[in-house]
């Protein structure tokens, strides 16, 4: 198997829109620190697959679609989720995106690709999971453990040539009155791995299924500091688990890349919320001084007021591929966590499930969440029971390939 990593910079012009929270109190000011869209490529002589990172808020169907041409290559293309990026279109349901950044993100995830291509050689592959701790919890239940699982696939040329993290954690920590672009948590853990594993290791990080999961809980500040202490935490528990033992991938000269998609159509959700309601909690918290009941009560409305469209059917795409020993699993928009650990647990084969990828549909909560009436419910465009369906669609499809 042959593997290589190139990256593309995504330049940000000063009063961009930026995408990610409704009180936004205006467009870009300047950069904190850059985006970029980050490629991986795998090659076993006969078929290439590519997964591109890019540093925006979410992929929409159209954008995925003119990078998968554009590569000319079986592509997933996949948002970090950041929201200190550009607005590419990223609403409830899904949507056109916009230009210039239909145009600009479809050029740079070309150049990232064919970088990539160029920098193909020999490789081996391992996998490795463990439990994070302190960085990520269920953004909607104060005191929840803070712990959630970390995917790292190494890549590995006689010494260490890179690593594929999966992090599914909400990139969110810097605050809706922040107005310069940043790739928030990502950029932060990217930077703590290059400087832990110096320049010559390729660094590509990816977030899982994150719907439900922030640093609401966990973060300290919401500044340039607590974003390195942050991804120092990520860094640190990736050092653990390359010192330890894995699970071998693909060696040197293998051979063995698949891949299938499948479409499925969403019910809407039928939404029976009282704005009315949700506004007088929300006033009852705020008089009552309690910050976490404030932030939560003012996220339910913020969730209520995001559902713009009115209620119809959502086409997705359901993504796995196999590469050699590993099954990656691409699912569309912001999938709960628990969805992702549905697809995963299948013992005996390294699965590691991205969030994100190739369309945004909005929030894909378990059926149980829809007992609660919370952003991530009240936000979503799907009726109860679609994220089991895509779980279900992605292990059969597993099961087949």
Same mark, same amino acid.
């Given at each position: 198997?042959?593997?290589?990593?190139?990256?593309?910079?995504?330049?940000?012009?000063?009063?961009?829109?930026?995408?990610?929270?409704?009180?936004?109190?205006?467009?870009?000011?300047?950069?904190?620190?850059?985006?970029?869209?980050?490629?991986?490529?795998?090659?076993?002589?006969?078929?290439?697959?590519?997964?591109?990172?890019?540093?925006?808020?979410?992929?929409?169907?159209?954008?995925?679609?003119?990078?998968?041409?554009?590569?000319?290559?079986?592509?997933?293309?996949?948002?970090?989720?950041?929201?200190?990026?550009?607005?590419?279109?990223?609403?409830?349901?899904?949507?056109?995106?916009?230009?210039?950044?239909?145009?600009?993100?479809?050029?740079?995830?070309?150049?990232?690709?064919?970088?990539?291509?160029?920098?193909?050689?020999?490789?081996?592959?391992?996998?490795?999971?463990?439990?994070?701790?302190?960085?990520?919890?269920?953004?909607?239940?104060?005191?929840?453990?803070?712990?959630?699982?970390?995917?790292?696939?190494?890549?590995?040329?006689?010494?260490?040539?890179?690593?594929?993290?999966?992090?599914?954690?909400?990139?969110?920590?810097?605050?809706?009155?922040?107005?310069?672009?940043?790739?928030?948590?990502?950029?932060?853990?990217?930077?703590?791995?290059?400087?832990?594993?110096?320049?010559?290791?390729?660094?590509?990080?990816?977030?899982?299924?994150?719907?439900?999961?922030?640093?609401?809980?966990?973060?300290?500040?919401?500044?340039?500091?607590?974003?390195?202490?942050?991804? %120092?935490? *990520? =860094? $640190? +528990?990736?050092? &653990?688990?390359?010192?330890?033992? !894995?699970?071998?991938?693909?060696?040197? /000269?293998?051979?063995?890349?698949?891949?299938?998609?499948?479409?499925?159509?969403?019910?809407?959700?039928?939404?029976?919320?009282?704005?009315?309601?949700?506004?007088?909690?929300?006033?009852?918290?705020?008089?009552?001084?309690?910050?976490?009941?404030?932030?939560?009560?003012?996220?339910?409305?913020?969730?209520?007021?995001?559902?713009?469209?009115?209620?119809?059917?959502?086409?997705?795409?359901?993504?796995?591929?196999?590469?050699?020993?590993?099954?990656?699993?691409?699912?569309?928009?912001?999938?709960?966590?628990?969805?992702? %650990?549905? *697809? =995963? $647990? +299948?013992?005996? &084969?390294?699965?590691?499930?991205? !969030?994100?990828?190739?369309?945004?549909? /909005?929030?894909?909560?378990?059926?149980?969440?829809?007992?609660?009436?919370?952003?991530?419910?009240?936000?979503?465009?799907?009726?109860?029971?679609?994220?089991?369906?895509?779980?279900?669609?992605?292990?059969?499809?597993?099961?087949?390939?």
């Amino acid at each position: 198997m042959r593997v290589g990593h190139g990256t593309a910079e995504l330049p940000v012009p000063d009063g961009t829109p930026m995408g990610g929270y409704i009180d936004r109190p205006g467009p870009s000011t300047g950069l904190a620190d850059p985006l970029s869209v980050s490629a991986v490529t795998w090659s076993d002589g006969g078929r290439r697959f590519a997964l591109a990172i890019a540093d925006v808020i979410c992929v929409n169907e159209d954008l995925a679609g003119r990078a998968r041409r554009a590569a000319g290559c079986e592509l997933w293309l996949a948002a970090s989720h950041t929201h200190a990026g550009p607005e590419t279109g990223c609403v409830p349901g899904g949507g056109p995106t916009p230009e210039p950044w239909l145009g600009r993100l479809t050029e740079a995830v070309r150049t990232a690709v064919r970088r990539a291509i160029d920098a193909e050689r020999p490789c081996e592959g391992v996998a490795y999971r463990g439990e994070l701790h302190g960085v990520g919890a269920d953004r909607s239940r104060p005191g929840a453990p803070a712990v959630v699982p970390l995917d790292l696939i190494a890549v590995r040329d006689g010494g260490l040539a890179g690593v594929l993290v999966v992090l599914p954690v909400h990139p969110t920590v810097l605050p809706a009155a922040n107005r310069l672009v940043s790739a928030d948590l990502v950029g932060a853990v990217r930077a703590s791995l290059r400087r832990r594993l110096g320049e010559d290791v390729w660094v590509a990080v990816a977030t899982g299924a994150a719907g439900d999961i922030s640093t609401r809980h966990t973060r300290r500040g919401q500044d340039a500091a607590e974003l390195r202490r942050l991804g %120092e935490l *990520v =860094a $640190d +528990r990736c050092d &653990e688990l390359l010192s330890g033992p !894995g699970t071998p991938l693909w060696r040197d /000269g293998a051979t063995g890349i698949s891949w299938a998609t499948r479409r499925l159509t969403l019910e809407p959700a039928a939404t029976t919320a009282d704005e009315a309601a949700l506004l007088a909690g929300y006033e009852r918290a705020a008089a009552s001084g309690d910050p976490v009941a404030t932030r939560l009560a003012r996220s339910r409305l913020e969730g209520l007021r995001a559902r713009t469209a009115p209620p119809a059917r959502t086409g997705v795409d359901v993504n796995i591929a196999r590469l050699g020993g590993l099954a990656l699993v691409g699912l569309p928009g912001e999938p709960f966590l628990a969805v992702a %650990e549905r *697809v =995963a $647990d +299948r013992p005996g &084969e390294p699965t590691v499930v991205l !969030g994100y990828v190739n369309g945004y549909p /909005g929030y894909l909560p378990t059926a149980a969440a829809y007992r609660r009436a919370e952003y991530e419910v009240l936000a979503s465009q799907v009726a109860p029971g679609s994220a089991e369906l895509i779980a279900e669609t992605a292990r059969n499809l597993l099961e087949d390939l």
